[in-house]
């Protein structure tokens, strides 16, 4: 298996644009989070789905942000419009259930210029 | 809410000696406890989970952790560290396995040679 795999890498945009960030979750699990990763605050859970459906998204930091799974296979982290302050490393992980390993993707380097 | 301490923020240790990296939770229920790895640009990798029984848990590459509850904490060791283990190491606490984890803001580890 591949693993968990985001998309793109590296993201480079202007303040004002849309961002948007995929991920596709290891076939076969059932619970996918995205995480972001920042000098300041550290790694902060933003949301996370089973069997493709929101549980919790508390820690979604405002109505810019939003997080879809329109399938088991992939998920999209949008922003709009973007700031400065969302540049950071978000990473997508996935797992089979809650009592499983969490299995990280490589992360999206964003920078918001 | 639970919280994670991890209180060094960098550790410098020579190649082939022991290793210890602290870690302490704050949660009122019985934790979920994990230490992961991160490589440079890379994601997490889940080096060893606690999630009951034997409180002396053994890892991947080496590394072990024991979960004292009367001290509320649960550090990472290992005997004799390798140049290969230099990389950022996070301790993260869950309510109900893998869900919801707040991760501690990491340890540096640096190996001389």
């Known amino acids: 298996d591949a693993g968990v795999i985001q998309s793109p890498r590296h993201e480079v945009t202007e303040m004002g644009q849309e961002v948007t960030l995929r991920c596709k979750p290891i076939?076969?699990?059932?619970?996918l989070f995205w995480y972001r990763q920042t000098m300041m605050r550290g790694l902060e859970l933003l949301i996370y789905f089973n069997n493709n459906v929101p549980i919790d998204d508390s820690g979604m930091p405002e109505d810019r942000f939003s997080a879809k799974m329109p399938n088991a296979s992939f998920s999209t982290l949008k922003i709009q419009p973007s700031e400065p302050r969302d540049s950071a490393v978000y990473f997508c992980?996935?797992?089979?259930?809650?009592?499983?390993?969490?299995?990280f993707g490589s992360g999206t380097q964003l920078s918001v210029l | 809410a639970q919280s994670v301490t991890q209180p060094d923020i960098h550790i410098t240790v020579s190649e082939g000696a022991s290793l210890e990296l602290r870690c302490n939770y704050s949660?009122?229920?019985?934790?979920?406890l994990f230490w992961y790895v991160q490589s440079p640009g890379q994601g997490l990798q889940l080096l060893l989970k606690y999630f009951s029984g034997d409180t002396l848990v053994q890892g991947i590459k080496g590394f072990e952790a024991e979960f004292k509850r009367s001290q509320s904490s649960f550090n990472l060791r290992k005997p004799s560290v390798h140049w290969s283990d230099a990389a950022e190491y996070f301790c993260?606490?869950?309510?109900?396995?893998?869900?919801?984890?707040?991760f501690g803001t990491g340890t540096r580890l640096t190996i001389i040679p």
């Open positions: 993260a606490v869950g309510t109900q396995g893998n869900e919801k984890l707040t």
């Open positions: 076939s076969g699990h059932n619970s």
């Open positions: 992980a996935s797992s089979f259930g809650f009592n499983e390993k969490l299995f």
């Open positions: 949660y009122g229920a019985t934790p979920y």
